[in-house]
């Protein structure tokens, strides 16, 4: 295909479509798209090689590709091509929503004050949202290295790691699909899983380390369940059998929780529930890379744009802090009761078949999880309650 030479006259930035003057004499239309290899933004001026025309709106030609007249040289060896600027009014108007966090995870039983937020320009249109649906969570501390006294847990207690268990048979749990006992992670009280998920008793999840990495959503692997705990189980004797996991303590560790209070979902969270809301602002902003506007609102400058996710999160570190979550005498947050997931790899929220998408309950990692996580989910439909869980290492 031979080209047709000539100037790019004009480019808008809201609809992205441009006029180009080829030499000739003929002025053809272009849209954004058409463009390849260029390596600037600033485009006006520019010699272009037209590749092309189709008949475009109301017959006017429209250039199927063009490039730019004198090729990049190769030492500019990768073009990337120029973020799309976007229309920041449009952009607000088309996304009401900032986020759907509040759906995503268990809903706090009584009522809380929003988030105290101070106002910040660009995500001003959302502040109320934002603030008033932070999910409501729990920091749980786990001891990092084993406690001087030796704690022995109630069926009342919040604990981890050990080999004891309040259970409703009297039963060890074993794997599902290599018959070892399974490890102890973490056992929640009534009365602390009571603010989220009233009546359902206490929560236990022991794990297979064995088979966990490389089945880590499979529900044999795992005995993730609501317990009543009438009946008080004791595990395999230390040095019985090995365990693939260097993270389990033998003796039970307290775990104390903290809060509650409301956390605003991170740049992270959003970017990785992009995928299954795009509708929301948030997803718009952080699940696609660079981002640029134009008619940014007063008192935001352009260059908040860049690394806008890290600039969000600074936002929220301005906000009122939950409880540290590193704390003397060893204490950190082992554990997340409420709010949303902590994703390493991706968002994988399970469903329950026939009520949709399962909502977020609990980050558990106490050591046994590497970098990673055992996210717990239930069911929205209360009647229902069925667990699930996705293990992250
Ligand atoms: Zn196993
Ligand atoms: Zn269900």
């Given at each position: 295909m031979t080209g047709r030479p000539g100037t790019i006259l004009s480019l808008d930035p809201h609809d992205a479509l441009g006029w180009i003057q080829l030499d000739d004499g003929e002025r053809v239309r272009f849209g954004g798209t058409a463009l390849e290899g260029f390596a600037t933004e600033d485009l006006i001026g520019i010699r272009v090689v037209v590749l092309g025309t189709i008949a475009g709106y109301q017959g006017v030609p429209k250039a199927v590709r063009v490039t730019p007249l004198v090729p990049v040289p190769p030492t500019a060896a990768k073009v990337y091509p120029a973020t799309p600027r976007r229309h920041w009014p449009t952009f607000v108007r088309e996304h009401p929503r900032w986020s759907d966090a509040a759906a995503a995870s268990v809903p706090f039983v009584h009522s809380l004050p929003p988030l105290a937020l101070p106002r910040h320009p660009l995500f001003s249109a959302w502040h109320d949202e934002i603030c008033a649906t932070a999910p409501v969570s729990r920091a749980l501390g786990v001891p990092?290295?084993?406690?001087?006294e030796r704690f022995v847990p109630t069926a009342e207690d919040c604990f981890a790691h050990g080999r004891l268990a309040f259970l409703d048979e009297a039963r060890w749990p074993t794997c599902g699909l290599c018959a070892r006992p399974l490890e102890m992670c973490v056992q929640l009280s009534s009365a602390v899983l009571a603010d989220w998920i009233p009546g359902a008793g206490g929560l236990v999840a022991l794990f297979c380390f064995h088979c966990g990495i490389k089945n880590p959503s499979d529900p044999r692997v795992g005995h993730v369940r609501f317990v009543r705990g009438s009946m008080r189980v004791e595990g395999p004797a230390e040095g019985t059998w090995k365990s693939a996991s260097s993270g389990w303590l033998a003796d039970t560790q307290r775990v104390t929780p903290f809060g509650p209070g409301r956390l605003a979902p991170s740049e992270s969270w959003h970017g990785a529930r992009a995928a299954k809301a795009p509708w929301t602002a948030a997803s718009g902003l952080f699940g696609v890379g660079d981002v640029a506007f134009d008619e940014l609102p007063p008192g935001a400058t352009e260059d908040l744009l860049d690394d806008l996710g890290a600039k969000f999160d600074d936002w929220l570190e301005s906000g009122p802090r939950q409880p540290a979550s590193d704390r003397p005498?060893?204490?950190?947050?082992?554990a997340w009761l409420g709010g949303v997931p902590c994703w390493v790899q991706g968002d994988r929220t399970p469903s329950c078949g026939g009520h949709g998408e399962m909502q977020h309950l609990l980050d558990y990692d106490g050591g046994q999880f590497l970098d990673g996580a055992l996210h717990v989910f239930v069911c929205p439909d209360r009647a229902c309650n069925a667990l699930a869980f996705v293990a992250e290492f």
């Open positions: 990092t290295v084993r406690a001087e005498g060893g204490l950190r947050a082992g």
